[in-house]
Nanobody, 129 residues
Framework: QVQLMESGGGLVQVGGSLRLSCAASEYILDYYAIGWFRQAPGKEREGVSCMGSSDGSTDYTYYADSVKGRFTISRDNVKKTVYLQMNSLKPEDTAIYYC???????????????????WGQGTQVTVSS
């Protein structure tokens, strides 16, 4: 059973930065795609970014339009950790952020939450104006 744990959330002012971490219980990054999602109060969980498994021929990444140019996804296979660097944060980025994983051989990653099998508990990000 793959387990994921997010960390790095917190309270930050508009324009600030945070780096979220998603630590996996096993060495899965070679064969699992990882996604970051967020859910604001009263809203559905939405995709933020995802990254294909490291066995793929290219480092495929995806970003939602709302975060493109501000957020960067990366991984450290040795540490079994995927990161989400968030810069130029806005109040609308306030949400609980979740990481998710799914077995996916190759470079792609699902953009929709239905494509993922394993989820972390989430970490709160609050951007104050």
């Amino acid at each position: 059973q793959v387990q994921l744990m997010e960390s790095g959330g917190g309270l930050v002012q508009v324009g600030g930065s945070l780096r979220l971490s998603c630590a996996a219980s096993e060495y899965i990054l070679d064969y699992y795609a990882i996604g970051w999602f967020r859910q604001a109060p009263g809203k559905e969980r939405e995709g933020v970014s995802c990254m294909g498994s490291s066995d793929g021929s290219t480092d495929y990444t995806y970003y939602a339009d709302s975060v493109k140019g501000r957020f960067t996804i990366s991984r450290d296979n040795v540490k079994k950790t995927v990161y989400l660097q968030m810069n130029s944060l806005k109040p609308e980025d306030t949400a609980i952020y979740y990481c998710a994983a799914t077995y996916m051989y190759g470079s792609a990653c699902p953009h929709d939450r239905m494509g993922y099998d394993y989820w972390g508990q989430g970490t709160q990000v609050t951007v104050s104006s």
